[in-house]
């Protein structure tokens, strides 16, 4: 079935710097890609939707300047949270609309973000 | 716009019991509905999905949903409960455009009793 690589699985990093995110397509194009935010015991929060070749689309309430996304390929979509703070602390995936068969989404496996 | 409303943050349930994890969807079309598993630390994994066919969906580990228009829901059941059946359940909500945003539930934590 269709696979998105999420990298990588877990990263801590010092108050100010960036961190990239990637998720990657392995069988298949996702020319949409879902960014979604998930705090300690709460559910997923959608952040941006991201099309290959055009702008993505933030949720309200999410800052665009922080949260860079990039969906320069079909197969490749990265948030990149500039300046991190520890508020940003939190469990960020990324899912694609499944183009197989059936109708449904690909998630990644998840990156957990530590800002310290 | 769509939105899901799952009805218990927290269900307890005995080893070998009715598993009964209810939720309530809103949405002006005709909703996809979908439940997911998370583990701690760990992603997404589809239990089952509602795409307009059959009401009644079966899903992986013995878990299904039934797909009530009239009552806007969709609970997931599972006749026995198991051990390894705790976990974090998700129910979510699109409007069946292939590219459409998927939204979530708050979650129900499924906590089994030995």
């Known amino acids: 079935g269709a696979v998105v690589s999420q990298h990588p699985s877990w990263v801590i990093c010092k108050s100010g710097t960036s961190v990239k995110i990637e998720c990657r397509s392995l069988?298949?194009?996702?020319?949409?890609m879902f960014w979604y935010r998930q705090f300690p015991k709460q559910s997923l929060m959608l952040m941006a939707t991201?099309?290959?070749?055009?702008?993505?689309?933030?949720e309200q309430g999410v800052e665009k300047d922080k949260f860079l996304i990039n969906h320069a390929s079909l197969t490749l979509s990265t948030l990149t949270v500039t300046s991190a703070h520890p508020e940003d602390s939190s469990f960020y995936i990324c899912?694609?609309?499944?183009?197989?068969?059936?109708?449904?989404?690909?998630f990644g496996s998840g990156t957990r973000l530590t800002v310290v | 716009a769509q939105s899901v409303t799952q009805l218990g943050s927290h269900v307890s349930v005995s080893e070998g019991a009715l598993v009964l994890l209810r939720c309530n969807y809103s949405?002006?079309?005709?909703?996809?509905l979908f439940w997911y598993v998370q583990y701690p630390n760990q992603g997404l994994q589809l239990l089952l999905k509602?795409?307009?066919?059959?009401?009644l969906v079966k899903g992986i580990n013995g878990f299904e949903a039934e797909f009530k228009k009239s009552e806007t829901s969709f609970h997931l059941t599972k006749p026995s409960a198991h051990m390894s059946d705790a976990a974090e359940y998700f129910c979510?909500?699109?409007?069946?455009?292939?590219?459409?945003?998927?939204?979530f539930g708050k979650g129900t934590r499924l906590h089994i009793l030995p």
């Open positions: 899912s694609a609309p499944d183009r197989g068969g059936g109708y449904g989404y690909t």
């Open positions: 069988d298949f194009q996702a020319t949409t």
């Open positions: 991201s099309n290959e070749g055009s702008k993505a689309t933030y």
């Open positions: 949405s002006s079309v005709p909703p996809y």
């Open positions: 509602y795409t307009s066919a059959a009401t």
């Open positions: 979510a909500v699109s409007a069946g455009n292939r590219d459409d945003k998927i939204i």
